[in-house]
């Protein structure tokens, strides 16, 4: 168990339906990663933010937006959902977000849209 | 061009003995992280071992090992006496140090799938 949650597990939707997935780091980490896994792009990199704040962009469409709160949880918005988004989506966390860090991955959200 | 590639899409291996996983990494960053992550079919990703590029020595974990070669740009994992519950996909990643140390992404490699037989 790393000590990143991320909720749901699973999350089956239809096109064109807006999901929210939630992400809890570990105690103590300030700065949240999200990573999309899929068959055809692998891992990719979407978006990083360290103590509420946007830190670092990747691959991330405009239908998606992410955010972190005060208490350091973060989420990630997914609107306008195509097929081509399904796919397991990881939370990463770790200390301070930069240097010689390990992320740690939360368990991940599979997302199926229909 | 890739920034880290994983030659081998799938590899077998008996139970109790050693197999190396290749990876091979591109960067013209002197401050550099190498990191390598277990991914189960349950789907969860988990850390094995890192190594940093200033590092002298070689990275070990338990069995697990990182065959870290700077001139060639490799960072291979070697997992020894293997086990039935190794058999999982196999990822290699970086952490580059770019950019006035804004952006401290993980570039993964595409994954080997290790088959562990008995």
């Known amino acids: 168990d790393s000590g990143v949650t991320q909720t749901p597990k699973h999350l089956i939707t239809a096109t064109g339906q807006r999901v929210t997935l939630r992400c809890s780091p570990r105690?103590?980490?300030?700065?949240v990663y999200w990573y999309q896994q899929s068959l055809d792009q692998g891992l990719q990199f979407l978006i990083q933010y360290y103590n509420g704040e946007e830190r670092a962009k990747g691959n991330i469409l405009e239908r998606f937006s992410a955010q972190q709160f005060p208490d350091l949880h973060s989420e990630l918005n997914l609107s306008s959902l195509e097929l081509g988004d399904s796919a397991l989506y990881f939370c990463?966390?770790?200390?301070?977000?930069?240097?010689?860090?390990?992320?740690?991955f939360g368990p991940g959200t599979r997302l199926l849209v229909l | 061009a890739q920034k880290i590639t994983q030659t081998q899409p799938g590899m077998f291996v008996q139970e109790k003995e050693a197999v190396t996983l290749d990876c091979t990494y591109d960067?013209?960053?002197?401050?550099?992280?190498l990191f390598w992550y277990k991914q189960p079919s349950s789907g969860e990703m988990i850390f094995l071992i890192y190594?940093?590029?200033?590092?002298?020595q070689n990275a070990t974990e338990g069995r697990y090992s990182l065959n870290f070669q700077k001139a060639r740009k490799s960072a291979n994992l070697v997992i020894s006496a293997s086990q039935l519950g190794d058999s999982a996909m196999y990822f290699c990643a970086m952490r580059e140090e770019n950019s006035g140390g804004s952006n401290y992404k993980l570039t993964f490699g595409k994954g080997t799938l290790l088959t562990v037989n008995p």
């Open positions: 190594q940093g590029s200033y590092d002298e």
């Open positions: 105690s103590g980490d300030l700065s």
């Open positions: 960067t013209s960053d002197q401050s550099y992280g």
């Open positions: 990463a966390s770790s200390v301070e977000g930069r240097g010689p860090e390990t992320q740690y």
